[in-house]
DNA sequence: CAACAAAATGAATATATATTCATAACTTCT
DNA sequence: AGAAGTTATGAATATATATTCATTTTGTTG
């Protein structure tokens, strides 16, 4: 393996992010990400054990970088109505900046099953930030005491999610980011008249 | 090809069925289909145009019952609360009872793609049942007027998803139905208190 | 600039498995 | 019962592509 993570393993894991995009992991070839890397097929396997091993690191470092985002956009806030709008804003503005990183995520991720923690740890790193948002905002006095917070959670997320999932499906042809205020408006005040 | 859709062909929907849930469509293999199903690799041939086809057939099979059901749940209710609760229990019931096509839908449906408008017309039936629960709400002065119907739609679809979502992950250690109620009344009320 | 090492190449290999098809086992009808 | 038609079988085939490795290119050091 050559010395460290050079500039071809950049390349390679952004061609692989390309091509895992477009044509869904298995589907994809060596020699498409090769090509789309510039670089010839036998030199992937000087800096990935196999093509498993590359969506893995892809996975790894994409989602090492979404979560110290996020981690700052949450600490960055007051109060928890504001570290949840930011957090929502922080998590479509990642995944609207970054396509193929969106599609890989909603399709190829849970490919991975038993490959590794990781993708139960992703979720988990994730539903642990809005636990912390949550408690806090019912110290406030700001969100109803009567929560079930694991359900709570998984809507928040679930919801997210499918608006990310209905903007890819539509080939970016409106702004995401800007769906973050109204969205986190319905999880505050519901759809129901007062 | 056998005349009709026979007995053996429904063994073989249902053994890729299990199949697929177990191992992704990939992975699975027309052996380990036909051994599940009780036949030999051949006789599949016989059924199926090919492997993609099986997936195809399969989910076309299950979509088909599920809305059929999902139409006469929100039928029988009156108003829009009603319907939506119907709706949202119908949907958890259906998945819990069928954990194999709740994992395929999850995981293997956006493989199809290219193959077909299927995909996009399973979303496409559900946001209509939305659409239409919405409207009558607003009209029945249940639901705010200042709804953004194409996000709402989205929000709710996608928090049943994430709730489904990990109740497949979890290898079904609770009653997912159960959590119909408390999660349309999120859908209406929101978190925040009053 | 040799001589060596590190990195890159891409044609050859190995493997896995979807699909085919000659053969066999059943059904049906006279 | 046996001919004709239908359905089922599973071993053989064909193909695709992930991975390897002998060779070439590039970089480094005395």
Same mark, same amino acid.
């Given at each position: 393996?050559? &010395?460290? &993570?050079?500039?071809?393993?950049?390349? *390679? /894991?952004?061609?692989?992010g390309a091509v895992f995009a477009r044509l869904g992991f298995y589907k994809a070839t060596i020699s498409q990400i090769a090509q789309e890397a510039g670089v010839a097929d036998g030199t992937i396997y000087l800096y990935f054990k196999n093509k498993d091993d590359i969506l893995y690191q892809y996975i790894q470092f994409k989602t090492t970088a979404f979560f110290e985002k996020m981690r700052s956009a949450v600490d960055v806030a007051d109060g928890a109505e504001q570290k949840l709008r930011? /957090? *929502?804003r922080c998590h479509l503005e990642e995944f609207q900046n970054d396509r193929n990183m969106a599609v890989i995520f909603q399709s190829e991720v849970r490919y991975l099953r038993n490959n590794a923690l990781q993708v139960k740890d992703i979720s988990k790193l994730y539903l642990d930030f809005l636990t912390e948002i949550i408690e806090l905002g019912q110290m406030e006095g700001q969100l109803r005491q009567d929560l079930f917070i694991g +359900? !709570? &959670?998984?809507? !928040? +997320?679930?919801? !997210?999610?499918?608006? *990310?999932?209905?903007? !890819?499906?539509?080939?970016r042809k409106y702004d995401l980011v800007a769906m973050a205020d109204p969205l986190v408006d319905l999880y505050l005040g519901g759809i129901q008249k007062r």
């Open positions: 393996m050559p &010395k460290e &993570k050079s500039e071809k393993y950049s390349s *390679i /894991l952004q061609g692989a930011n /957090l *929502i +359900l !709570v &959670k998984r809507f !928040v +997320l679930g919801a !997210v999610e499918g608006i *990310i999932a209905t903007w !890819v499906a539509a080939e």
